[in-house]
Every structure is written in C-alpha cells, then in structure tokens.
C-alpha cells in the first residue's frame, strides 16, 4: 500500500470524491472541496493523505489542514470548524497506515497536535479528547406523518411561528448577506468569533448544492440555517435567529420547514449538527425526536495535557467569552474572522 501526500488536481479531487461517496462510512466532510473552502477562507494549507494499492486504486483517505498558530500551538487537524473528519479507509491496516503518514508530517513540520473527528471509533491507539455528540433525525416518506410523531410542543411552536406572521423561504448566495447578520450576531452574543463572510461563500462555491433555509418578518431575515446535501442526509452546520424574536420561535419554523422539504426530496436523514451534551442546542434538537450519535473526536499530542480545541469552560476562556459578549458588533465582526481562523473547533 502507498500512502501520499494528496495533489489537488482536478482529476485526483474527482478520483477522491468517487471513493467517498461510494463508501459506506464517509460523511460530506470528507469530501475534497473543504481543502479548498478553509484554504480560500484562512489561508490554511491543505496535507491530505491518500492510500493506493499497487493498481494505483483508492483504498484510504484523511482530508488533512495544517494551522500554523504561534500562540495556541501548531496542530493539523481533520477537519478544522467542522463536525466530523478523520480517516475514511475500507481496513483498519489502512488507517493504521494513514495515521502513521500523518505522524510522519507532524515529526517532519514541528506539529504537536493531531486532531482527529470521527465520526465512528477508528479502532486505533488515539485518546478521545471531548465529548460531543450529534443528533440525527429518521426521516419518513411523507412529512405529514413526521409531523403527526412530533412532540406537541413543538407543534404548537410552529404553528405560534406562522401565527405570528414568520414566513419561510429558500435562497442561494444571494442572501448569504442577510443570513450573515443575522449569524454574527448570534455568535457575538453566545461570545464566540465569527466565521468570515468568505467562508460562507467558498461553502457555496464548492458545493453548489447547498442552500439558505430563512425566516421573515415582514421583509426582514430574522433566522437563516446553511443546509449541505450528502447522499440520503441533510445537514446543518449552522443556524441562528435572532434572540429579539425568539418569542415567536422562528427556530422551530426554520428547522420544520427544512424537515419538510428534506422528506418530500426523499431524504432519509436529517442531521441537526454537532452539541455538547445535555445544553440548550442539545435539547432544542433532541425534542424533534433526533437520536443522539456520540463523536469519536480522537488526538495524538505529544503534550499529555494539551487540548486540540478551545472551550469557553477551560480556564482563562470564560473571561474572554464575557469581554466578546459585551463588544459593539462591528468591532466584533472586524476581529472575529481574523480569531476565528486560529481556533479549529
């Protein structure tokens, strides 16, 4: 088995898609576009592996990012802001081989941290390092009969929505704007820096199938999710609303009528995205009925205390989420990009 370092030509990148889509255990973020979104986005360097057998045939692959961060420390990390990563291979043998090459970059570059996401246990000798878990609902042939399964609470929460004058739509690029605003300003008040509006857009570039799930009031965007497409599953990375109008519940029309649509497309899975456990996000999604899958997030780190990610509940951190929580948010929006392109979770 040959493992090597990935050439993203535009051949190669359609050999590597091929794999992944066909194999059973790969997820969208393994998908050879998100090298290029963050390396557009933040300028991150993309050290991708591939497993070929002696026919020059795929059997591996680590979607790989190398951050160069002088403060925090140096880590590459698959995949960095997003959900799941890690290695996609049909044996155990190569993702043996495929960590080993990792290891072999990070001695050779000086990087202390491998951050591995699996989704499911790698069955290699890693050390789990947080605990999130994410939360996938089953999907029927007919949304009317979801709908009759939901929780009443939830029902009437979408009904309150609509009766309230919220109205739904779906948009493309053209909206990411309005989508923006109103997301920044939810992570600004959560106390996190925000993603770049250039993020948003290379995910658009890349994948053109994705798509702006958004709630109006009156002619305003009061709520907007990005929803990404992998073969039978919707997914969504990132949503908000805005807490002015949390009262009317637009999240719960936002995410019903991105359900809806996703069983009438003929989906069979909606995933809600990564949470830690038992939080208010946690509990938001599982009320829909979503089972939770609990993430193998997996390190090596020649640091035995060191954390690949940063939560706001590790030391010093907390302090920092109150100071960006109380910033204008201009000032926030200016400097969260330039934070945010050093801090992988």
Not at 182 to 194: A, I, Y
Not at 248 to 255: K, T
Not at 269 to 285: C, L, P
Not at 327 to 332: E, F, G, H, M, R
Request: aromatic share 12%; with cysteine; hydrophobic share 40%.
């Amino acid at each position: 088995m040959d493992y090597r370092a990935f050439d993203h030509t535009e051949v190669a990148c359609k050999q590597w898609d091929a794999y992944v889509l066909q194999h059973p255990q790969a997820q969208h973020y393994h998908l050879s576009g998100w090298a290029q979104v963050i390396e557009r986005a933040y300028g991150h360097r993309s050290v991708s592996l591939v497993a070929e057998d002696g026919e020059g045939e795929i059997k591996g692959v680590l979607p790989l990012i190398e951050m160069r961060r002088w403060v925090l420390g140096h880590v590459a990390a698959s995949m960095p802001f997003l959900d799941y990563g890690g290695m996609c291979a049909d044996e155990v043998s190569v993702r043996q081989g495929l960590l080993d090459a990792a290891l072999a970059h990070c001695a050779q570059a000086g990087i202390k941290t491998l951050d591995l996401r699996h989704y499911t246990p790698s069955g290699l000798d890693l050390q789990p390092f947080d605990q999130k878990v994410t939360l996938v609902l089953p999907l029927l042939d007919e949304a009317g009969h979801l709908w009759k399964g939901l929780n009443a609470k939830v029902r009437n929460q979408v009904r309150k929505a609509e009766k309230s004058g919220l109205a739904f739509q779906w948009a493309g690029t053209e909206k990411l704007p309005d989508f923006y605003r109103v997301w920044s300003e939810n992570m600004r008040d959560l106390g996190s820096p925000v993603h770049s509006l250039r993020f948003f857009r290379a995910v658009f570039a890349c994948f053109p199938s994705t798509r702006l799930a958004l709630v109006y009031a009156g002619d305003d965007v009061i709520g907007g999710a990005v929803c990404l497409y992998f073969r039978d599953t919707v997914l969504v990375p990132w949503a908000s609303s805005l807490r002015s109008f949390f009262r009317y519940c637009p999240n719960n029309l936002l995410y019903w009528e991105a359900i809806r649509a996703a069983c009438e497309a003929g989906y069979r899975r909606f995933d809600f995205g990564r949470s830690s456990y038992d939080t208010g996000t946690y509990r938001f999604k599982k009320q829909w009925g979503a089972v939770e899958h609990g993430l193998s997030w997996e390190c090596w780190s020649a640091h035995e205390a060191a954390r690949p990610i940063v939560e706001a509940s590790h030391g010093p951190y907390g302090r920092a989420v109150q100071v960006w929580q109380r910033l204008p948010l201009p000032v926030a929006n200016r400097l969260g990009p330039w934070i945010r392109r050093y801090l992988s979770n």
